[in-house]
């Protein structure tokens, strides 16, 4: 039979162990919200923003979309009329490509192609070809596709060829 000072050593490591747990499960579930969890905001984060212009890269992917930083420019195949698709959790993983004001047509871009629509929170977002743009949040630095023909928030993403046409075409590796 155990002690009162054992049952009370036993009962404190039994809550240290709950609270361990109850932290690395605190941590996984923000993760998954960051990742296609459900988040409630659809706010567009500051990677989003920076797509004053859209310029053509060449890359393993062929000739694609990229914005002023470099970064792989994504369309959402759910996206339809002009219209996004993409709010709350999945505008967190696949920011909306945002500008204030118009987007510019760098070098290979056809500036009539270029547009926006404005989203429900009030964001202006860049469109190509009436494609509502995105970058992906997995892609850490120029020329990553790490997004490319990904499956999420019930449709697939592709990078955005200069024609306007998704990229379907797998790349291990990513970058220019």
């Known amino acids: ?25 605190a941590v996984t579930l923000a993760v998954a919200a960051c990742g296609g969890g459900s988040g409630e905001s659809d706010s567009t984060p500051a990677a989003g923003a920076g ?6 890269a060449k890359t393993d992917l062929g000739d694609i979309l990229v914005n002023d930083q470099g970064m792989t420019v994504y369309l959402f195949e759910k996206d339809s009329g002009g219209t996004s698709s993409c709010a709350e959790a999945c505008a967190t993983a696949w920011p909306p490509l945002a500008v204030t004001g118009s987007p510019a047509a760098g070098e290979g871009i056809d500036a009539a192609k270029l547009g926006t629509i404005t989203r429900p929170d009030g964001s202006t977002q860049v469109t190509y070809i009436g494609h509502p743009l995105y970058l992906f949040s997995g892609d850490a630095k120029p020329g990553d596709t790490k997004g490319q023909e990904s499956e999420a928030f019930g ?10 046409d998704t990229v379907e075409q797998k790349v291990t590796g990513g970058g220019y």
């Open 51 to 56: 797509g004053g212009t859209i310029h053509v």
């Open 155 to 164: 449709a697939e993403w592709y990078a955005v060829s200069s024609a306007g």
């Open 1 to 25: 039979m155990e002690t009162f000072g054992e049952e009370r050593e036993l009962a404190m490591s039994m809550s240290r162990r709950h609270l361990g747990l109850v932290a690395v499960l």
